[in-house]
């Protein structure tokens, strides 16, 4: 449930987290990343998932996918502060959330806002394919095949504080997809 405390503990741990982080902006799990899949096609599209999300949850907060199944999210932020859909193990979640970091440290969001100028700026766009960082009231898709042999998969919101009080939701494998 939303309440002024709950932000508050939220933009605490939020600039607080900023203080400390450092890095670049970079795809999410940047480097030598495990195999999560790819952008699926617009034309092989499986399935459609309608996705909530607000103030520290995920609705659903679990996923049954089909490895090889190429998924339509269709995601909105129905909450008061800035979120993220991020697809990625929890390595690639804690990687990522330290370029979020940089991110509210150089003026690029805030709690409830994207400054997309800023971003431009620096060259940090958040682009990534398989996240999607949207203000409150916003809706995005994102087309995901589950090819990848990575396990451990997780969808979470990397703004400094949310996966931790969290802000996350399961990926369960159930089968090949025919």
Known sequence: MFTIKNMKMAAATFIGAAAIGTGAMADLGHGASPNIGQTGSIAHIDREIRVEMGEMFFD??????EVGETIKFIIQNKGRA???F????L?????????????????MMTINRLRHDKMRAAGMMH???????LEPGETAELIWTFSGDA????????????RQAGMKASINFIGQHS
């Open 60 to 65: 659903p907060r679990s996923f049954d996918l």
């Open 82 to 84: 800035v979120h993220e």
């Open 127 to 133: 682009t990534d394919p398989n996240s999607r960082l």
């Open 151 to 162: 396990e451990g998969l997780m969808i979470a919101c990397n703004v400094p504080g949310h």
């Open 86 to 89: 991020a697809i990625g193990t």
């Open 91 to 107: 390595e690639m979640q804690k990687d990522h959330e330290g370029e979020m970091r940089q991110m509210q440290k150089q003026g």
